[in-house]
């Protein structure tokens, strides 16, 4: 039997309040255990939780793959690790794979929970799959097609990978739309058109919120023609989101199209299994322009002191990589 594995993990134990914990991680027939050399922060949902704003209705499908403890705190929550396989079966050993996993420096997870990166892919990109498989979804449950015009609210790490999965459809007009002109440089890198104007797009046939304000649906809803989706990304957590439903929102039979990375589009569930897809979505990372996304990096044995600006209202940047090495 092996040994259990001493690593330390990021728990969650009050309203804005976190500290790192000592664990032991023991690998197993079936399991694997990996080394961990970066994960990510994803500021929205992770937001939430540091925040203790997980509705109580909401708990249980709110988990994460590997979550410990429970809502409201104390709770070890995350899920972009990537690490080397330590122990496991000899086809992993010594590979670099991606987990949906929280922040912790070592850990164990089944073997089917765990994707092999390409050679291409360097570990550090590769924290933005969870990211990039939600963009994924979104785009599946759009049905965007060629020569649509698109606007995407919201310039964090899903608005931009969602700009920029759309960008590569042929003939698409994608214009991403965030009221603060500090990710343009960002979106430039990626390939995608930016804009702080939001009055600047109109008459679109798709357009995806990502911001979780309701300053953004609004501007989502309002760059919309005649019988235009939105589809909603966001998810506000506790409290209510007012929607603008009033005034020409029916004359103009726009549709609001939910969007969420725990279920396949149902056109996709007979051929795609959720490992399939995370499968693309880690592929999908393997263009050098996508490191532009991730803006902060920060040692884990610093992040409970960081964490309050990392996750501030507000604050600048996209995605924090955090390294364990």
Known sequence: MNEAVAARALWHVGPRQSELRSCAARPGPG??????????????????VFEGRVPESERLRMRAPMQEGEFPFPVKYGYAAVGVVEHGPRSLVGRSVFALHPHQSFF????????????????????????????????????????DRIAVVGAGAL?????????????ADVTLIDLHSGPQAVAEAVGVKFTADANAVAECDLAFHTS????????????????????????????????????????????????????????????????????LAVRLLRDPALDALITQEVAFEDLPARLPG????????????VRYA
Request: proline fraction near 8%; hydrophobic fraction near 45%; aromatic fraction near 4%.
């Open 212 to 279: 979780a304000t309701a300053a953004g649906l609004c501007t989502a809803l309002d760059s919309l023609g005649e019988e235009g989706t939105l589809v909603e990304m966001s998810w506000h957590g506790a409290g209510e989101t007012p929607v603008p439903l009033g005034g020409a929102f029916h004359a103009r039979r726009l549709r609001i199209l939910s969007s969420q990375v725990g279920a396949l589009p149902p056109a996709r569930r007979p051929r795609w299994t959720h490992a399939r897809r995370m499968a």
């Open 310 to 321: 990392i996750l501030a209202p507000g604050a600048r940047g996209v995605t924090t990589a």
């Open 108 to 147: 164990v997870a089944p073997e089917a929970n765990v994707t092999p990166l390409p050679d291409d892919l360097p570990p550090r990109r590769a924290i933005l799959a969870a990211n990039m498989e939600t963009a994924l979804n979104a785009v599946w449950d759009s049905g965007a097609s060629a020569g």
């Open 159 to 171: 608005g931009l990978l969602t700009a920029a999965l759309l960008s590569r459809i042929p003939g």
């Open 31 to 48: 399991l694997v255990g990996v080394r961990t050399l970066w994960s990510g922060i994803s500021r929205g949902t992770e937001r939430l």
